[in-house]
Antibody
Framework: EVQLEESGGGLVQPGRSLRLSCAASGFSFDDYAMYWVRQGPGKGLEWVSGISWNSGSMVYGDSVKGRFTISRDNAKNSLYLQMNSLRAEDTALYYC???????????????WGQGTLVTVSS | EIVLTQSPGTLSLSPGERATLSCRASQSVSNNYLAWYQQKPGQAPRLLIYGASSRATGIPDRFSGSGSGTDFTLTISRLEPEDFAVYYCQPYGSSYEMWTFGQGTKVEIK
Protein backbone atom coordinates (compact mmCIF):
# COMPACT_ATOMS: atom_id res chain seq x y z
CA GLU A 1 0.00 0.00 0.00
CA VAL A 2 1.29 3.43 -0.96
CA GLN A 3 1.89 5.62 2.06
CA LEU A 4 2.99 9.25 2.02
CA GLU A 5 3.59 10.99 5.33
CA GLU A 6 4.31 14.70 5.40
CA SER A 7 6.02 16.55 8.22
CA GLY A 8 7.66 19.86 8.97
CA GLY A 9 4.69 22.18 8.92
CA GLY A 10 4.03 24.78 11.57
CA LEU A 11 3.67 28.45 12.37
CA VAL A 12 6.29 30.70 10.83
CA GLN A 13 6.69 34.45 10.50
CA PRO A 14 6.52 36.17 7.13
CA GLY A 15 9.89 36.25 5.41
CA ARG A 16 11.19 33.20 7.24
CA SER A 17 11.90 29.71 5.95
CA LEU A 18 10.52 26.23 6.48
CA ARG A 19 11.40 22.80 5.13
CA LEU A 20 8.76 20.17 4.52
CA SER A 21 9.50 16.47 4.27
CA CYS A 22 7.57 13.52 2.92
CA ALA A 23 8.40 9.93 3.81
CA ALA A 24 7.25 7.46 1.16
CA SER A 25 6.68 3.74 1.44
CA GLY A 26 4.83 0.90 -0.24
CA PHE A 27 6.17 1.52 -3.74
CA SER A 28 9.41 1.95 -5.67
CA PHE A 29 9.98 5.59 -4.83
CA ASP A 30 12.78 6.07 -7.35
CA ASP A 31 10.48 5.09 -10.23
CA TYR A 32 8.03 7.95 -9.84
CA ALA A 33 7.85 11.70 -10.17
CA MET A 34 6.64 13.41 -7.02
CA TYR A 35 4.83 16.65 -6.32
CA TRP A 36 3.67 19.12 -3.74
CA VAL A 37 0.10 20.39 -3.99
CA ARG A 38 -1.38 22.84 -1.50
CA GLN A 39 -4.80 23.94 -0.35
CA GLY A 40 -5.41 27.20 1.42
CA PRO A 41 -7.99 27.29 4.22
CA GLY A 42 -11.42 26.89 2.65
CA LYS A 43 -9.93 27.11 -0.82
CA GLY A 44 -9.28 24.89 -3.81
CA LEU A 45 -6.22 22.96 -4.89
CA GLU A 46 -3.04 24.55 -6.21
CA TRP A 47 -0.15 22.65 -7.74
CA VAL A 48 3.12 23.93 -6.22
CA SER A 49 6.07 21.94 -7.50
CA GLY A 50 7.14 18.70 -9.13
CA ILE A 51 10.33 16.67 -9.51
CA SER A 52 11.15 13.86 -11.91
CA TRP A 53 12.07 10.39 -10.72
CA ASN A 54 15.80 11.05 -11.06
CA SER A 55 15.81 14.74 -10.04
CA GLY A 56 16.67 15.63 -13.62
CA SER A 57 13.78 18.05 -13.85
CA MET A 58 12.15 20.33 -11.28
CA VAL A 59 9.17 22.53 -12.04
CA TYR A 60 7.35 25.19 -10.08
CA GLY A 61 4.12 27.09 -10.10
CA ASP A 62 4.38 30.82 -10.78
CA SER A 63 3.35 31.75 -7.23
CA VAL A 64 6.37 30.00 -5.67
CA LYS A 65 9.00 30.20 -8.40
CA GLY A 66 12.28 31.58 -7.05
CA ARG A 67 11.24 31.05 -3.41
CA PHE A 68 10.62 27.31 -3.10
CA THR A 69 12.98 24.44 -3.97
CA ILE A 70 11.91 20.84 -4.38
CA SER A 71 14.33 17.96 -3.91
CA ARG A 72 14.33 14.24 -3.24
CA ASP A 73 16.60 11.59 -1.77
CA ASN A 74 15.84 8.27 -3.43
CA ALA A 75 18.09 6.40 -1.01
CA LYS A 76 15.90 7.63 1.84
CA ASN A 77 12.56 7.42 -0.03
CA SER A 78 12.00 11.05 0.84
CA LEU A 79 10.72 14.20 -0.81
CA TYR A 80 11.42 17.72 0.40
CA LEU A 81 10.21 21.26 -0.11
CA GLN A 82 12.43 24.12 1.02
CA MET A 83 10.27 27.21 1.38
CA ASN A 84 11.99 30.59 1.68
CA SER A 85 10.66 34.14 1.91
CA LEU A 86 7.32 32.86 3.12
CA ARG A 87 4.22 35.04 2.71
CA ALA A 88 0.82 35.01 4.35
CA GLU A 89 -0.65 33.68 1.11
CA ASP A 90 1.52 30.56 1.43
CA THR A 91 -0.63 29.50 4.38
CA ALA A 92 -2.07 26.14 3.37
CA LEU A 93 -2.19 22.42 3.87
CA TYR A 94 0.67 20.98 1.82
CA TYR A 95 0.16 17.55 0.28
CA CYS A 96 2.87 15.19 -0.92
CA UNK A 97 1.67 13.48 -4.09
CA UNK A 98 2.88 10.60 -6.26
CA UNK A 99 2.54 10.44 -10.03
CA UNK A 100 0.51 7.70 -11.62
CA UNK A 101 3.02 6.77 -14.31
CA UNK A 102 6.38 5.06 -13.92
CA UNK A 103 9.23 7.15 -15.24
CA UNK A 104 7.10 10.08 -16.39
CA UNK A 105 6.37 13.50 -14.97
CA UNK A 106 2.80 13.38 -16.18
CA UNK A 107 1.03 15.57 -13.68
CA UNK A 108 -1.50 12.85 -12.84
CA UNK A 109 -1.74 13.06 -9.07
CA UNK A 110 -2.54 9.49 -8.10
CA UNK A 111 -1.66 9.06 -4.43
CA TRP A 112 -1.86 11.77 -1.76
CA GLY A 113 -0.61 12.08 1.77
CA GLN A 114 -2.76 13.61 4.51
CA GLY A 115 -0.91 16.91 4.39
CA THR A 116 1.05 19.13 6.72
CA LEU A 117 -0.24 22.57 7.69
CA VAL A 118 1.88 25.65 7.15
CA THR A 119 0.72 28.88 8.72
CA VAL A 120 2.55 32.09 7.87
CA SER A 121 1.70 34.82 10.35
CA SER A 122 3.35 37.32 12.61
CA GLU B 1 -2.25 30.17 -18.93
CA ILE B 2 -5.13 27.74 -19.05
CA VAL B 3 -8.23 28.51 -16.99
CA LEU B 4 -10.63 25.79 -15.92
CA THR B 5 -14.24 26.72 -15.18
CA GLN B 6 -16.35 24.18 -13.38
CA SER B 7 -20.12 24.35 -13.21
CA PRO B 8 -22.29 24.42 -11.34
CA GLY B 9 -20.55 25.68 -8.23
CA THR B 10 -22.88 23.63 -6.07
CA LEU B 11 -25.16 20.76 -7.04
CA SER B 12 -27.93 19.81 -4.63
CA LEU B 13 -29.21 16.29 -5.22
CA SER B 14 -30.68 13.32 -3.40
CA PRO B 15 -29.11 9.88 -3.06
CA GLY B 16 -29.94 7.76 -6.09
CA GLU B 17 -30.08 10.74 -8.44
CA ARG B 18 -27.73 11.36 -11.36
CA ALA B 19 -25.05 14.04 -11.08
CA THR B 20 -23.59 15.80 -14.09
CA LEU B 21 -20.57 18.04 -13.51
CA SER B 22 -19.00 20.24 -16.17
CA CYS B 23 -15.43 21.39 -16.69
CA ARG B 24 -14.63 23.88 -19.42
CA ALA B 25 -11.07 24.83 -20.39
CA SER B 26 -10.00 28.16 -21.88
CA GLN B 27 -7.89 26.30 -24.43
CA SER B 28 -7.92 22.81 -25.86
CA VAL B 29 -6.60 20.06 -23.60
CA SER B 30 -4.13 18.02 -25.62
CA ASN B 31 -4.84 14.30 -26.01
CA ASN B 32 -7.80 14.68 -23.62
CA TYR B 33 -5.32 14.65 -20.77
CA LEU B 34 -7.86 15.63 -18.15
CA ALA B 35 -8.28 14.22 -14.64
CA TRP B 36 -11.03 14.40 -12.05
CA TYR B 37 -10.52 14.26 -8.28
CA GLN B 38 -12.91 13.82 -5.38
CA GLN B 39 -12.32 15.44 -2.00
CA LYS B 40 -14.39 14.71 1.07
CA PRO B 41 -14.29 17.02 4.11
CA GLY B 42 -11.14 16.57 6.14
CA GLN B 43 -9.64 14.17 3.63
CA ALA B 44 -7.02 14.35 0.91
CA PRO B 45 -8.19 14.38 -2.69
CA ARG B 46 -8.58 11.10 -4.54
CA LEU B 47 -7.95 10.49 -8.22
CA LEU B 48 -11.16 9.35 -9.95
CA ILE B 49 -10.64 9.72 -13.68
CA TYR B 50 -7.68 10.30 -15.99
CA GLY B 51 -7.50 10.56 -19.76
CA ALA B 52 -10.95 12.17 -19.57
CA SER B 53 -12.69 8.80 -19.30
CA SER B 54 -10.49 6.14 -17.67
CA ARG B 55 -11.35 5.22 -14.10
CA ALA B 56 -8.51 5.07 -11.62
CA THR B 57 -7.87 1.93 -9.61
CA GLY B 58 -10.73 1.01 -7.31
CA ILE B 59 -13.17 3.64 -8.58
CA PRO B 60 -16.76 2.33 -8.90
CA ASP B 61 -18.29 2.21 -12.35
CA ARG B 62 -21.04 4.65 -11.37
CA PHE B 63 -18.36 7.30 -12.01
CA SER B 64 -17.76 8.08 -15.67
CA GLY B 65 -15.97 10.80 -17.56
CA SER B 66 -16.43 12.09 -21.06
CA GLY B 67 -15.58 14.97 -23.34
CA SER B 68 -12.77 16.29 -25.46
CA GLY B 69 -11.08 19.49 -26.49
CA THR B 70 -12.34 22.14 -24.11
CA ASP B 71 -15.49 20.56 -22.68
CA PHE B 72 -15.50 17.68 -20.22
CA THR B 73 -18.10 16.04 -18.02
CA LEU B 74 -18.04 13.89 -14.91
CA THR B 75 -21.18 11.84 -14.39
CA ILE B 76 -22.18 9.96 -11.27
CA SER B 77 -24.97 7.67 -12.41
CA ARG B 78 -26.62 7.08 -9.02
CA LEU B 79 -25.42 9.05 -6.05
CA GLU B 80 -24.40 7.08 -3.00
CA PRO B 81 -24.16 8.77 0.42
CA GLU B 82 -20.36 8.66 0.23
CA ASP B 83 -20.31 10.57 -3.08
CA PHE B 84 -21.29 13.89 -1.55
CA ALA B 85 -18.03 15.78 -1.83
CA VAL B 86 -16.17 18.40 -3.84
CA TYR B 87 -14.95 17.47 -7.31
CA TYR B 88 -12.06 19.07 -9.17
CA CYS B 89 -10.93 18.80 -12.77
CA GLN B 90 -7.30 19.24 -13.83
CA PRO B 91 -5.47 18.97 -17.15
CA TYR B 92 -2.10 17.23 -17.15
CA GLY B 93 0.67 16.23 -19.56
CA SER B 94 4.19 17.26 -20.44
CA SER B 95 3.42 20.96 -20.24
CA TYR B 96 3.39 21.66 -16.54
CA GLU B 97 1.88 25.10 -17.06
CA MET B 98 -1.35 23.22 -17.74
CA TRP B 99 -1.51 21.62 -14.29
CA THR B 100 -4.16 23.99 -12.98
CA PHE B 101 -7.18 22.82 -11.03
CA GLY B 102 -10.69 24.03 -11.61
CA GLN B 103 -12.34 25.80 -8.70
CA GLY B 104 -14.40 22.74 -7.82
CA THR B 105 -18.03 21.65 -7.78
CA LYS B 106 -19.61 20.76 -4.47
CA VAL B 107 -22.18 17.97 -4.61
CA GLU B 108 -24.38 18.30 -1.55
CA ILE B 109 -27.33 16.42 -0.18
CA LYS B 110 -30.64 18.02 -1.04
Amino acid sequence: EVQLEESGGGLVQPGRSLRLSCAASGFSFDDYAMYWVRQGPGKGLEWVSGISWNSGSMVYGDSVKGRFTISRDNAKNSLYLQMNSLRAEDTALYYCVKDRLVGHTSGIFENWGQGTLVTVSS
Amino acid sequence: EIVLTQSPGTLSLSPGERATLSCRASQSVSNNYLAWYQQKPGQAPRLLIYGASSRATGIPDRFSGSGSGTDFTLTISRLEPEDFAVYYCQPYGSSYEMWTFGQGTKVEIK
